[in-house]
């Protein structure tokens, strides 16, 4: 039986609650409160994702956790915005693009998908692109880029510069897939969720009202 588990640093938002109860991934995600997170809550977990619209304050005050936690060898993986607080990193916003798909389903506005990331093998176009919150103007030498948008700008990147494997997009999948408006990102949240501690989950993508205090 898997007993590996990631941990959702969590700020409040109910579509990063929402993804981390839903039945297909509860059973391999733990909410970690950032307002609390201190290095027995990191010892509990084998890898940490860092949602978009997270509370990047809070954790830049906390970032020698977050790198300590790669320096052993872990998994990261950081969606959305960020901060240059605590990541090496410059991002910068640009409008979301949540037209295109009108225009044009099958080619989303990327210039370029290196495929060979595990994530991103055998996905379509679709299903590895939606949209995007921002760009990366700055990324570190040793980046490994992974995804470009149609300017050429740094949407995916990853590193294993800090000990561990640190990825980092501007995609948005963890939280779309709690809000459930794009209905297609099982594909890349599974493989997301593989990536990080090697497991694919299974079943069916469901979120229960007893979880939000509902009983029917």
């Not at 939606?130 to 040793?142: A, F």
């Amino acid at each position: 039986m898997n007993t590996s588990r990631i941990g959702l640093i969590f700020n409040g938002v109910w579509s990063q609650y929402a993804y981390a109860k839903a039945t297909k991934y509860r059973d391999l995600y733990e909410l970690l409160y950032v307002h609390e997170l201190d290095r027995a809550m990191l010892e509990r977990v084998d890898a940490l994702a860092i949602p978009f619209q997270s509370n990047h304050r809070a954790i830049a005050q906390r970032q020698d956790l977050i790198y300590d936690f790669l320096a052993a060898g872990k998994r990261i993986f950081v969606e959305g915005d960020s901060s240059a607080a605590w990541l090496k990193a410059s991002w910068e916003d640009r409008p979301v693009n949540n037209y295109w798909w009108v225009k044009d389903p099958h080619h989303p506005p990327l210039s370029e998908t290196d495929d060979s990331h595990p994530i991103y093998r055998d996905l379509s176009a679709r299903q590895s692109f939606w949209h995007y919150h921002g760009v990366y103007t700055r990324v570190p030498d040793h980046a490994w880029i992974v995804q470009r948008n149609v300017e050429g700008e740094v949407i995916t990147w990853q590193t294993g510069h800090y000990g561990g494997s640190l990825l980092v997009t501007t995609l948005d999948p963890i939280v779309e897939h709690g809000v459930q408006q794009i209905t297609h990102l099982d594909h890349y949240c599974d493989r997301l969720t593989e990536w990080l501690i090697g497991v694919r989950p299974g079943g069916k993508f469901e979120i229960l009202p007893e979880d939000y205090g509902v009983r029917v």
